[in-house]
């Protein structure tokens, strides 16, 4: 099917499930991200010290901090940096703003992002952050003091040889460049554009890179062409559904949408929507911006999470918070490929289910890298004073995404791991290395 209908009116559909529960009833993220570490650890028979270095960050940690608000009143936010890992390089990881921000939950994916960027063979380690507040109940003015004053708390803990934040869920190009301006007036003057590399993610007026504003959504979509050669599969003309339509969501449906692929259900915090027929994603896109979400889309039917989970369609991109696809979950879905855009959307239980069903995964340390691939090309050109063009950057991505998914696949081939059990196994064997080598100070 072409997207030439989209937004025909669809029939309804039915289908009973479960409903979404907050993050702090999904269980603790920490320890679902260490039971996908320990089964790549057993299998490839990890060096127990470097087990035992990698099982805890290496630095936690939280500022309380007091921002005036517009209404005069002075507000206490709850801000984490958490440092996993930089034995490959500086640590790398983005800034979460949400209201159910917790230290488990950075714990989690600050160590993803070490392991991640080992596996994508970039010369960072893994960080995390952000602040426990949702950002839609702020004004921009508040939000700037909020940001600003945040990196101020963090001050000599972030550093761009050091630190590097970058944008995550409830952040941007404009919190990064408020980021970015602040630690600049931080150090004396003449450091001050040497640090422009503090964070990755700005706008490119402010010497951000071209391409950075897809690059997670697009690298997604490197993975899933290379799984459509593997699986004698065709874009052209089949269903994809994506839940979360922000910055990873929608830039994967707008790529998948020009090759071809009819999006036909998509979901995000205001609600769910489908259309058999395929929704528009730049009109979507339009609409969220305007309206602040997918709820109220006109061209599409308004459905219910356990119906989204339940449609007909070939590929699901979750690109929204972690741990929406439990086993409930995995039982409704109907697609034969999972291409994680989110970090840790899938519960270990819930994958097994959906390996056992014939459905592929594509591990989120793989399927979502492109970010932090181009995050480093970003830190790249402000090192170097360089600035690439956007051709370049979008070859060099596609080269290296499609390097570390052909790495991954040959190693899955000749260990006989599933998927993210060979991420892992590729990521660890290079932090395992190069423990090996350094040692341990004294
Ligand atoms: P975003 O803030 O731009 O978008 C998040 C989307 O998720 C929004 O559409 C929001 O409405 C939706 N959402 C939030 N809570 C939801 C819920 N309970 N149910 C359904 N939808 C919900 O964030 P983003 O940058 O697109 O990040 C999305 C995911 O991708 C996160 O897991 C993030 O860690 C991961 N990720 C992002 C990047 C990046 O470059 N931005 C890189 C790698 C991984």
Redesign the pocket.
């Known amino acids: 099917m072409s997207t030439k209908s989209a937004d025909a009116t669809p029939e309804s559909s039915t289908a009973a499930a479960p409903a979404?529960r907050s993050l702090k009833d999904r269980g603790n993220l920490y320890e679902v991200a260490q039971q996908q570490v320990d089964r790549a650890a057993d299998a490839i028979k990890l060096d127990p010290d470097v087990r035992c270095i990698l099982s805890q960050p290496k630095n936690e940690l939280i500022t309380n901090f007091p921002v005036r608000l517009d209404d005069g009143r002075i507000h206490l936010f709850k801000g984490y940096r958490i440092q996993h890992n930089n034995v490959m390089g500086p640590f790398k990881g983005?800034m979460?703003y949400h209201q159910e921000a917790n230290l488990d939950e950075m714990k989690a994916?600050a160590a993803w992002m070490t392991y991640k960027c080992a596996l994508s063979d970039i010369p960072f380690g893994g960080g995390k952050g952000g602040i426990k507040m949702n950002p839609k109940d702020y004004s921009k003015g508040e939000l700037e003091r909020i940001t600003r004053r945040f990196t101020h708390a963090l001050g000599s803990n972030i550093g761009p040889e050091w630190d590097i934040p970058?944008?995550?869920?409830?952040?941007?190009e404009q919190t990064m460049v408020w980021m970015m301006d602040t630690y600049m007036n931080i150090v004396g003057q003449t450091e001050r554009n040497s640090v422009r590399r503090i964070v990755t993610?700005k706008s490119v007026t402010c010497g951000g890179s071209h391409g950075r504003r897809e690059?997670?959504g697009m690298g997604v979509v490197h993975c899933i062409s290379e799984w459509v050669r593997d699986s004698n599969f065709r874009l052209d003309g089949c269903h994809f559904m994506v839940?979360?339509?922000?910055?990873?969501?929608s830039h994967a449906a707008l790529l998948l949408s020009k090759m071809g692929a009819a999006l036909v259900g998509v979901?995000?915090?205001?609600g769910y929507i489908a259309n058999p027929e395929g929704i528009n994603p730049h009109k979507l896109m339009d609409h969220?911006r305007k309206g602040g979400?997918v709820a109220g889309y006109r061209g599409a039917k308004a459905i219910s999470r356990s119906e989204f989970f339940g449609l007909e369609a070939d590929i699901f991109i979750p690109?929204?918070?972690?741990l929406?696809i439990g086993e409930d979950e995995a039982r409704l879905l109907r697609c034969k490929l999972v291409a994680e855009?989110?970090?840790?959307?899938t519960y270990p239980e819930a994958e097994k289910i959906l390996l056992d069903r014939g459905i592929f995964v594509i591990p989120?340390i793989l399927a979502?890298a492109?970010?932090?691939v181009v995050s480093y090309y970003e830190w790249l050109q402000n090192k170097r004073s360089e600035r690439w063009d956007l051709t370049e950057v979008h070859q060099r991505l596609e080269r290296r995404m499609r390097r570390t998914y052909d790495a991954v696949r040959q190693y899955a081939r000749q260990t006989g791991f599933d998927w993210r059990t060979a991420c892992y196994g590729i990521a660890l064997e290079r932090l395992q290395n190069s423990y090996l080598e350094r040692g341990i100070f004294p």
């Open positions: 979404a983005g979460r994916l970058a944008p995550d869920v409830g952040t941007g993610g690059a997670t839940q979360g339509f922000g910055n990873v969501g979901g995000d915090e205001t969220t979400g690109a929204a918070l972690e929406e855009g989110a970090n840790g959307p989120d979502n492109g970010g932090v």
